[in-house]
């Protein structure tokens, strides 16, 4: 457990330490106790102590720099502190946290239920025969929506995947250079194919290809990965670059290939 949890004296001397690091070597204590929250008697108070302790040297009127002590110290306590809140967000939030799934028989309120993914939408069946369970907190009858809270262990599911398939931008020739047959083709074993771009768009129309969007694909692309998907976009070479950054910040893999 951080310091910093244990006690507000701990905690106020974190943020002083940090906002030093974060000002060094001109540090305004006036400018500090407003961040903080105390007064700037307190807040030389505290520069003293910590210069008493190394975790500061002081090197000039207001100026001050933070030791190799006093940056040792600040990551052990941000890392205690980091770990603490990801058992909150992970831990304690997620068992408390509550989610809409599709009941396969009839339940109801109180009752435990086993979870899975199908076709990247949460159901829940009667009974605690798999390895992530949950409690619905509202009855239901089989094909209805029921609310599930007090999630435990894991659905198993595998991750998508995504390819993206690079059309040529209207001034190289767009939907038209494209092999409308190998386009059909890659795109017939996707559970979900979206496009970005005009000539995205024209060239799955041309193939007979069935959109689910053209609007934030990446996004969309990346969501049904994560529930267990495969995704395929297509992309005129202009738009890719939109649709791979958000492959990438969604810390989703892909391909990048053409038709």
């Known amino acids: 457990m951080s310091g910093a949890l244990d006690d507000k004296r701990t905690a106020t001397r974190f943020r002083i330490l940090a906002e030093i690091a974060d000002r060094q070597p001109a540090v305004s204590q006036g400018e500090i106790a407003e961040a903080v929250g105390v007064t700037s008697q307190a807040v030389s108070e505290y520069i003293r102590e910590l210069v008493d302790d190394g975790l500061v040297d002081k090197e000039g009127r207001s100026r001050y720099r933070v030791t190799k002590e006093g940056v ?13 809140a990801e058992h909150v967000t992970d831990d304690v939030l997620e068992s408390v946290n509550e989610d809409a799934a599709i009941v396969t028989d009839d339940v109801s309120a109180g009752e435990t239920v086993t979870l899975s993914l199908r076709d ?4 829940a069946t009667p009974g605690s025969d798999g390895p992530a369970i949950g409690v619905s907190t509202t009855d239901a009858d089989a094909g209805e929506d029921a609310s ?18 690079q059309i040529p931008p209207a001034r190289l020739g767009g939907s038209g250079e494209v092999d409308v047959a190998a ?10 194919v979206v496009a970005s771009g005009v000539e995205a768009v024209v060239a799955c129309r041309t ?4 959109l689910e969007t053209w609007f934030a694909p990446g996004e969309v692309a ?9 995704a395929v976009v297509v992309a005129s070479t202009d738009a890719a ?13 892909f391909e990048v290939t053409e038709p």
């Not at 040792?72 to 603490?84: K, S, V």
């Not at 990247?120 to 159901?123: A, F, I």
């Not at 386009?183 to 979900?192: E, M, N, Q, T, V």
């Not at 193939?207 to 069935?210: G, N, Y």
């Open 72 to 84: 040792d110290w600040l990551f052990q306590e941000a890392r205690a502190l980091q770990r603490f």
């Open 120 to 123: 990247g939408l949460l159901y």
């Open 148 to 165: 599930v809270t007090g999630f435990e262990g894991v659905i198993e599911m595998e991750p998508g995947s995504v390819r993206v398939l």
């Open 183 to 192: 386009l059909a083709d890659a795109c017939a074993d996707a559970d979900i």
């Open 207 to 210: 193939a007979d290809v069935d």
């Open 222 to 230: 990346a969501d049904a990965a994560a529930r267990g998907l495969d």
């Open 241 to 253: 670059g939109r649709v791979t950054d958000a492959l990438r910040d969604a810390g989703v893999l």
